[in-house]
């Protein structure tokens, strides 16, 4: 049975380049980074290099990033940190309604701390106004918070266009661009934000380590308390390794990130065409055209997305049903419903999200398997019933 793995927003693959890269960091140089001695300067070296890559990928300068151990860290050390640092100025923050759950959680822990937050709506795309932004900024306001994509959907967001409003009102704009960094172009100077969080799960590299972007100048508070590694900013030894490993995977992104991005978005809408073509009742989620290149997103109406990817898992076919922070918790998607989707509509959500080693013949394998698991979900589906019965003159 052939295998299939479309879950790359969970987790992508390690390459083989990256894994090569980080091996001597867990064996022969396996000092200190912080440690003055000899066995400190190769991972000190090792780490620094890492620093310079990692920003290369974004276009900033070497010295404001600062590692951490996931995109979730970053989230919450720019919403947090950055907010407090300014707190004397004003306490009110922005953020948009369909942000990932540690940008809503850290505001949310701002709003317990004494803050006060605003939500941005978005339309049926999932995308934010710029103009709802700018209204909902106040002369107290301090930061902002808008993805750069969102990771469920897939919509591209406009943070240009954000980040001059930003600039208008001299507030602060942090983009969540763990979905987008490695992916997509983006680089910082020329789109104006001022903190961008990323990690290197999402473009091949290893679990576990991220970083965060801070524009030199904004001040950030640090949230661990400890010793004065990444400049003071982040305590706590860093994860070597792994360094190494998101450092070469943000080398390898930005060397081959077009002919990637080309790649995957013929796969992307060969799904995004042929799934609603092959089964009624499907509703693709997300923008159809301004969204990253290897998603395909979709509500499959009457049935629920778990059962989905129940089924088709064990036909071999890895896929998930939104983000991988709330697979399990049976709820409908925060997200669909802020795009105005109903509750029974965005159960059935499913994501699709190709990688760099899918084929041609993994699309074909999908679209062969996907059809008759919906007809058995609805078969079970008194709600499928119903419609049918309905659609046919039955009381």
């Not at 912080?34 to 070497?62: C, F, K, P, Y």
């Not at 106040?138 to 001059?164: C, F, K, W, Y």
């Not at 960094?181 to 934000?193: C, D, F, K, L, Y």
Request: charged share 20%.
């Amino acid at each position: 049975m052939r295998e299939v793995y479309l879950d790359n927003t969970a987790s992508a693959p390690l390459l083989p380049e990256v894994r090569e890269a980080m091996m001597p960091y867990l064996g022969d140089i396996f000092g200190n980074p912080s440690s003055l001695h000899n066995w400190g300067d190769g991972a000190r070296e090792a780490m620094e290099a890492a620093r310079g890559q990692v920003a290369q990928l974004i276009g900033a300068s070497t010295d404001e990033m600062i590692f951490t151990g996931s995109g979730t860290e970053s989230n919450n050390l720019a919403i947090k940190g950055l907010a407090l640092a300014q707190q004397n100025k004003g306490k009110h923050v922005v953020v948009s309604a369909i942000e990932h759950f540690s940008v809503l959680h850290s505001a949310r822990t701002l709003a317990k701390w004494g803050f006060e937050v605003s939500e941005v709506p978005v339309d049926k795309y999932g995308a934010v106004d710029p103009d709802d932004v700018r209204r909902n900024l106040r002369d107290d306001t301090v930061l902002v918070s808008i993805m750069h994509a969102n990771g469920e959907v897939g919509t591209i967001q406009p943070i240009g266009e954000i980040a001059a409003v930003t600039r208008e009102r001299k507030v602060l704009f942090h983009t969540d661009a763990v979905a987008t960094a490695g992916t997509i172009p983006i680089n910082v100077t020329e789109v104006g934000v001022d903190a961008l969080s990323l990690a290197a799960n999402q473009f091949y590299g290893p679990k576990g380590v991220g970083a965060l972007w801070v524009r030199k100048g904004a001040r950030i508070i640090p949230l661990l308390d400890g010793g004065i590694q990444e400049e003071g900013r982040r305590a706590g030894t860093e994860n070597v390794p792994a360094i190494v490993g998101l450092g070469k995977a943000a080398e390898l992104a930005k060397a081959h990130m077009t002919e990637r991005m080309k790649r995957l978005s013929g796969l992307r809408d060969r799904l995004l065409r042929e799934v609603p073509e092959r089964i009624e009742h499907v509703v693709v989620t997300g923008h159809p055209r301004n969204r990253l290149p290897g998603h395909a997103s979709f509500c499959v109406e009457f049935i629920e997305g778990e059962s989905m990817l129940m089924l088709l898992s064990s036909k071999r076919i890895a896929v998930s049903s939104g983000s991988a922070c709330t697979s399990r918790a049976l709820k409908a998607s925060h997200v669909l419903i802020a795009m105005g989707l109903s509750h029974e509509i965005a159960q059935g959500s499913i994501l699709f999200t190709i990688g760099i080693d899918n084929t041609d013949q993994d699309m074909d394998y999908v679209l062969e398997t996907m059809p008759p698991v919906v007809d058995r979900l609805r078969q079970m589906s008194p709600l499928y019933a119903r419609f049918t019965k309905a659609s046919k003159g039955g009381n």
